[in-house]
C-alpha cells in the first residue's frame, strides 16, 4: 500500500534551517509529481512546493520562494524540503501529499520557529 512518512520537524530558532524529509513506499515513485503543503492553527492546509517527476519542474508559493527548496531523490524514493531563513509564520504541520488518481497524504511533521 501506499505509504508516505514525513521526518525531519523540530524547534528552531527564527533564522534557522531545517531539511525535511519524506520517503515513499507502495508506487512508482519516479513517475509521479510531489508536493509539500503546510497547515498552521486556525488555517487552511496551503500548497508550500511541488516538484515534477523528474525534477527538472519546481514551483513554490510566493511566501517561500528564495528560503525553501524542494528537491528529490528517485534512486531512493525520497522528496525533501530545505527551508532556511525560517520565520515564525513558517510554523505549521508539513505534509507531504501524492496524488495517484486519488490523493495521499503521509502524517505530517511539526515545525516550530520561535526564539
Known amino acids: 500500500q501506499v505509504q508516505l512518512v514525513e521526518s525531519g520537524g523540530g524547534l528552531v530558532q527564527p533564522g534557522g534551517s531545517l531539511r525535511l524529509s519524506c520517503a515513499s513506499s507502495?508506487?512508482?515513485?519516479?513517475?509521479?509529481?510531489m508536493r509539500w503543503y503546510r497547515q498552521a492553527p486556525g488555517k487552511e492546509r496551503e500548497l508550500v512546493a511541488a516538484?515534477?517527476?523528474?525534477?527538472?519542474?519546481?514551483n513554490y508559493a510566493d511566501s517561500v520562494k528564495g528560503r525553501f527548496t524542494i528537491s528529490r531523490d528517485n534512486a531512493k524514493n525520497t522528496v525533501y524540503l530545505q527551508m532556511s531563513s525560517l520565520k515564525p509564520e513558517d510554523t505549521a504541520v508539513y505534509y507531504c501529499?501524492?496524488?495517484?488518481?486519488?490523493?495521499?497524504w503521509g502524517q505530517g511533521t511539526q515545525v516550530t520557529v520561535s526564539s
Open positions: 507502495g508506487f512508482t515513485f519516479s513517475m509521479f509529481a
Open positions: 516538484i515534477s517527476s523528474a525534477g527538472g519542474i519546481r
Open positions: 501529499y501524492a496524488d495517484l488518481r486519488g490523493d495521499y
